[in-house]
């Protein structure tokens, strides 16, 4: 098949959180299977020039009642033959990802990529069978296709749109309906109108041939309130055309035994270098050189992530005698209370606030317990990192964490992690208490769940195999 990806994010080239690590991931793995998979995102200020080629002539995209020209920019993701084709308008494209994403900007930006993908298209002469969009951003992609796009030579093409996270719905006014180019039509409740508003996630909701989320338990927590962030009712409208694929990782990326941002390696086998990155990371933050648990966290500061329900409690969780390590950014508050107390310099926390990969690397690697106290986590990777790296994920029992962490039982000797239901700072830090002494007390058994973690299949692969089926649904639902 022929599957186009049209994202506001691919990682290595632009990457604000896990959709990034899925769009530059997801598609080696289908290429893996024999299909011709191509990937499309905007060149914001930061994508490199360098790494891509520039196409010779430039791209017409009929938006905002006029024609923008775009530059076309073509490489190749990293470590594979999968094309990624890069739109240039600065005008449209400077600046960061979602810098001012709910404004007309945010609303012309991703509507110029959208309509920018049927028009790439046409001009490489390549007709994909599948256009695959991913959340908000790219949720005029369905709506256009159904309309405006529904001609030569897209008469038989069928889309996919994958729910990253139903939380971001920004609302936009109804006029963008004809600076996009779109038909009055479509400005319907099955379709893209929400309380007299336009609503990209709900015309991606209703206009997709499929639907896809990222774990099991999110596409069932979806179909509620309030999970469903008041499209519940469009989830169980669509039925069994929403299919949950858990996410993979790259396991290129993050591999403890090659990774290029860490000073030691190591393997399920020999945990030595684990040890090394510890006393390399302590040393790198100003940690005391000391043998007691060190607790990570990686994560946006947003109220999604539950970070705010640890903020309030790390001294109590550093009165068990551990470490603690957190690189994020998000809520200035959140960022404040966190700084504050690294400025506190018993050696016992540090908080880097920021977007940093190498860190993240070092704090998987370096950790021995990962804290994500998430409200809702449609899958989270953090916690799959961290079970490759063996480091053993504390979370809250939501979405994809129950799918992809397996809780400790001490009588079986079974378990990948330590799960949590209620969100409060007490059932938090007695579950982090119980990790603490079972990596003291039950050191055999610690040792096994690391061995059990990091022996895990989490790439790719089987994940693949089930886009594959839903492309083939899409196509069969959509054709005549
Ligand atoms: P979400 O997409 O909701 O933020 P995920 O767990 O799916 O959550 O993915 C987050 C991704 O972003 C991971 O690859 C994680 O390592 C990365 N990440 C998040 N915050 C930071 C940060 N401050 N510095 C570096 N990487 C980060
Ligand atoms: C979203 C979700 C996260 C998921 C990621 C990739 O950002 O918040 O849970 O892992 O998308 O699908």
Redesign the pocket.
């Known amino acids: 098949m022929k599957i186009l990806f049209v994202a506001s994010e691919c990682t290595p080239f632009a990457?604000?959180?896990?959709?990034?690590?899925v769009v530059g991931a997801l598609p080696k793995a289908l290429h893996r299977l024999g299909h011709d998979v191509r990937v499309l995102i905007p060149r914001y200020a930061a994508v490199d020039r360098r790494v891509f080629t520039a196409l010779p002539a430039p791209l017409a995209v009929p938006i905002g009642g006029a024609e923008a020209w775009c530059g076309v920019l073509e490489g190749r993701l990293p470590g594979s033959d999968v094309p990624v084709y890069v739109l240039e308008h600065d005008r449209l494209f400077g600046g960061g990802i979602y810098d001012g994403f709910d404004s007309g900007h945010g609303l012309l930006r991703f509507g110029l990529l959208s309509r920018g993908a049927f028009q790439l298209c046409r001009y490489l002469g390549w007709t994909p069978d599948i256009f695959h969009a991913h959340d908000w951003p790219t949720g005029w992609v369905p709506a256009m296709l159904e309309t405006v796009e529904r001609r030569d030579p897209f008469l038989k093409a069928a889309s996919v749109f994958t729910i990253?996270?139903m939380a971001y719905q920004p609302r936009f006014y109804p006029q963008g309906l004809l600076e996009l180019g779109l038909p009055l039509e479509v400005f319907r409740p099955d379709a893209l109108e929400d309380h007299g508003q336009l609503n990209p996630f709900k015309g991606g909701l209703w206009l997709s041939s499929m639907l896809t989320t990222v774990s099991p338990t999110y596409a069932k927590e979806i179909g509620a309130s309030p999970g469903g962030s008041g499209l519940e009712s469009v989830i169980q409208h669509r039925g069994d055309q929403v299919v949950g694929i858990l996410?993979g990782i790259d396991e290129d990326d993050w591999d403890p035994e090659r990774d290029r941002y860490l000073p030691a390696h190591f393997n399920a086998q020999d945990l030595s270098g684990k040890l090394a990155c510890k006393r390399a990371l302590q040393a790198q933050l100003g940690l005391a050189p000391r043998d007691v648990p060190l607790l990570g966290v990686?994560?946006?500061l947003t109220h999604?992530?539950g970070i705010d329900v640890l903020a309030k409690i790390i001294e109590r969780v550093l009165g068990l005698d551990v470490q603690m390590v957190v690189?994020?950014?998000g809520d200035a508050e959140l960022e404040r209370s966190l700084v504050a107390r690294s400025m506190v310099k018993d050696g016992r926390f540090f908080a880097w606030i920021?977007?940093?990969?190498e860190?993240?690397h070092r704090i998987e690697a370096a950790s021995d317990l990962f804290l994500m106290p998430s409200r809702f986590?449609?899958?989270?990777?953090?916690?799959m990192?961290s079970q490759r790296y063996g480091t053993l994920p504390v979370v809250r029992g939501t979405g994809g964490l129950v799918d992809t962490v397996e809780q400790c039982d001490l009588l079986t000797g079974r378990g990948t992690g330590f799960i949590f239901w209620d969100l409060h700072e007490d059932a938090l830090y007695e579950t982090i208490r119980w990790a603490v002494s079972t990596m003291r007390e039950e050191p055999l058994h610690f040792r096994r769940m690391q061995r059990t973690a990091m022996h895990k299949k989490q790439g790719w692969d089987v994940a693949a195999k089930a886009y594959e089926a839903v492309y083939r649904r899409a196509l069969q639902e959509r054709r005549p």
């Open positions: 990457k604000a959180g896990g959709l990034g690590d990253h996270n996410n990686v994560s946006r999604q992530k690189v994020g950014s920021g977007y940093n990969e860190l993240a986590e449609p899958c989270g990777l953090n916690q990192y």
